[in-house]
Nanobody, 121 residues
Framework: QVQLVESGGGLVQPGGSLRLSCAAS????????MGWYRQVPGKQRELVAA?????????ADSVKGRSTISRDNAKNTVTVYLQMNSLKPEDTAVYYC?????????????WGQGTQVTVSS
């Protein structure tokens, strides 16, 4: 079992910045992938930025050049940060942390509870 604890959402003005963090802890041998997705009502959840199992990063075209994902590996805890700059109203969404954990020979997918990001003046 892996617990994901998200923080950093809130209200920000257009052009502003925000940093989301997600800490994964619990029972796992390895976190194979971890990142952030977002969803607005009536639309599918979409990738924002994530680390792959190989350690590379993927970004949605809509956030490339404005966002940076980083990762901190500590004993029994992996934390992923998403720095978002030059925020636009269309970045408004619920942001979900996602982790793919490898444990006891199998992969398990976990989602955080979501954190609201609102970009508005």
């Amino acid at each position: 079992q892996v617990q994901l604890v998200e923080s950093g959402g809130g209200l920000v003005q257009p052009g502003g910045s925000l940093r989301l963090s997600c800490a994964a802890s619990g029972r796992f041998y390895k976190i194979n992938g971890m990142g952030w997705y977002r969803q607005v009502p009536g639309k599918q959840r979409e990738l924002v930025a994530a680390f792959t199992s190989g350690g590379s990063t993927n970004y949605a075209d809509s956030v490339k050049g404005r966002s940076t994902i980083s990762r901190d590996n500590a004993k029994n805890t992996v934390t992923v940060y998403l720095q978002m700059n030059s925020l636009k109203p269309e970045d408004t969404a619920v942001y979900y942390c996602n982790a793919v954990a490898f444990y006891s020979g199998s992969e398990y997918v976990y989602w955080g509870q979501g954190t609201q990001v609102t970009v508005s003046s």
